[in-house]
C-alpha cells in the first residue's frame, strides 16, 4: 500500500482507556491524513497535516488529537475513547493539497468495547 | 454536505458484463476522483477527471462528469471476478475545503 503502514492493524479497547495509532509512510509526501470509516458514512477526515508539527481539523475532530513530530510520521490519540469511536481508521498521504490523489493504508480496525 | 452519493449500492453482475455505477454531489467541484476498496483493505485510487473534462479513460475505465447535473459514472468494462470490490467517488470543494469528500460506495460482485 504505497509505503504506509499502520500500527496496530487491530485493537480492543475499553471506554475511557487512551489509545493511539501511528501512520507511517516511507514516500516523503508531505500531506498526511487520518480517515474513519463507517456503514452508511463513508470515510470522513478527522485531521490532516501539511507539514511537520502542521496540522488541522476535518470534518469529524472532536474527540481526536494528532501529532506530527517527523515528516513520516503521523499519529492519532483518542484521549478518552469512546464507543462512538469504534470504526476502521486510515491513514492517508498525498504529494499536493487534499484534493489530489490519496494514497491509503491498511487500516487500523478499532473497537471500543 | 458535499458528500456523493453512488448509485446503487450494491450491484451484482456475471463476468464479462459491463458494470455502470454513478456518484451525484451537491457543490461546485475542481476534480473528481473513483477508488476502489478490498476487502479489509485500504482505497485504491483510480481515476481522476478535471471540472473542464466531460470523459475519460484508463484501461478497462471510462469515468463521464457532467457538471451541470452534478454527477459522474463509472464502467467497468468486460469485468472480472477480481474487479469485486467497493467503489467510491470523492469530491474536492471548490471553496477553500482542504480534503476529498468520499461516497457511501457502491459494492460490486463479479460472478465467475
Known amino acids: 500500500d504505497a509505503g504506509i503502514t499502520q500500527s496496530p492493524r487491530h485493537k480492543v479497547t475499553e471506554t475511557g482507556t487512551p489509545v493511539t495509532l501511528r501512520c507511517h509512510q516511507t514516500?516523503?509526501?508531505?500531506?498526511m491524513y487520518w480517515y474513519r470509516q463507517d456503514p452508511g458514512h463513508g470515510l470522513r477526515l478527522i485531521h490532516y497535516?501539511?507539514?511537520?508539527?502542521?496540522?488541522d481539523k476535518g470534518e469529524v475532530s472532536d474527540g481526536y488529537s494528532v501529532s506530527r513530530s517527523k515528516t513520516e510520521d503521523f499519529l492519532l490519540t483518542l484521549e478518552s475513547a469512546t464507543s462512538s469511536q469504534t470504526s476502521v481508521y486510515f491513514c492517508?498521504?498525498?504529494?499536493?493539497?487534499?484534493?489530489?490523489?490519496?494514497?491509503f493504508g491498511s487500516g487500523t480496525q478499532l473497537s471500543v468495547l | 454536505s458535499q458528500q456523493g452519493e453512488e448509485d446503487p449500492q450494491a450491484l451484482s453482475i456475471q463476468e464479462g458484463e459491463n458494470a455502470t455505477m454513478n456518484c451525484s454531489y451537491k457543490?461546485?467541484?475542481?476534480?473528481l476522483q473513483w477508488y476502489r476498496q478490498n476487502s479489509g483493505r485500504g482505497l485504491v485510487h483510480l481515476i481522476l477527471?478535471?471540472?473542464?473534462?466531460r470523459e475519460k479513460h484508463s484501461g478497462r475505465l471510462r469515468v463521464t462528469l457532467d457538471t451541470s447535473k452534478k454527477s459522474s459514472s463509472l464502467l467497468i468494462t468486460a469485468s472480472r471476478a477480481a474487479d469485486t470490490a467497493s467503489y467510491f467517488c470523492?469530491?474536492?470543494?471548490?471553496?477553500?475545503?482542504?480534503?476529498?469528500?468520499f461516497g457511501t460506495g457502491t459494492r460490486l460482485t463479479v460472478i465467475p
Open positions: 492517508a498521504i498525498s504529494e499536493s493539497m487534499g484534493s489530489e490523489k490519496l494514497f
Open positions: 514516500e516523503n509526501h508531505r500531506y
Open positions: 497535516s501539511y507539514g511537520v508539527k502542521d496540522t
Open positions: 457543490t461546485s467541484i475542481n476534480n
Open positions: 477527471i478535471r471540472s473542464n473534462e
Open positions: 470523492a469530491t474536492d470543494a471548490r471553496t477553500g475545503a482542504n480534503n476529498l469528500f
